[in-house]
């Protein structure tokens, strides 16, 4: 049985590793950045923390994906966004145009973050879990949902205009809302796979 300071010195040792650090803070980013929790109608868990950590998390997988670093300039628009929104939410309503350019914008920034993980699944899996597969997965659905889901809003909004809000319609948000929820505890799951394969990787080649 290991002893208490070996315990503290692999944990220590994992905290130090870019890849471990970087891995963890983009699994936390994308649970923020998709589940909300709102009481009072304040977000608890605001989208700006999940954005400015997969900022953080880019210098630590730059390394492994160099590609990443094209995500910056993105981040940090989305991270700016919705930090104002946040704060001021009425400006989200009154500046819907540029509310719906900003998701477009979030939804590619989330595609190709997925994306370049799965680049590093493919280094990292061991052999005959499939991660870089099964991200690449969820991306997809999760793009196709949230690609679905901006079209019935705007519809919705429409139909608002018409004070007509048809009944089918609230029950499809309502199945389009549970599966973007289970797809990205999926999602975050598989972000948390990897690192733990990434890690024992790295423990058996030394």
């Known amino acids: 049985m290991p002893s208490w300071s070996c315990i503290q010195m692999e944990v220590a040792e994992m905290v ?6 970087g891995l963890s803070k983009t699994a936390w980013a994308l649970l923020l950045i998709y589940i909300d929790l709102e009481v009072n109608q304040v977000d608890l868990l605001p989208d700006f923390v999940g954005y ?6 880019i210098g630590n997988l730059k390394g492994e994906e ?7 300039p993105l981040g940090i628009l989305l991270a700016v966004w919705s930090g104002v929104t ?3 939410p009425p400006l989200e309503e009154r500046w ?3 509310s719906i350019l900003i998701i477009l914008t979030s939804l590619y920034f989330v595609f190709q973050l997925v994306t370049n993980l799965a680049s590093i699944a493919a280094k990292y899996q061991l052999e005959g ?11 997809n ?4 949902l949230e690609t679905t889901n901006v079209l019935l809003v705007s519809l919705f909004q429409f139909c608002l205009d018409l004070m007509e809000t048809p009944l089918t319609l609230i029950f499809i948000f309502m199945g389009i809302a549970i599966a973007q929820f289970i797809l990205a505890i999926c999602l ?10 990434a890690r024992r990787l790295k423990a058996e080649t030394g």
Do not use: N
């Open 96 to 98: 819907q145009f540029w």
């Open 188 to 197: 975050v799951k598989a972000v948390f796979d990897l690192r733990r394969c």
């Open 86 to 88: 946040w704060a001021v």
């Open 141 to 144: 659905r999760i793009t196709v």
């Open 66 to 72: 160099r590609d990443l670093i094209l995500l910056r």
């Open 16 to 21: 130090r590793d870019p890849l471990y650090r």
């Open 52 to 57: 400015l950590l997969i900022l953080s998390a």
């Open 129 to 139: 879990v499939g991660l870089d597969g099964r991200l690449l997965r969820y991306r």
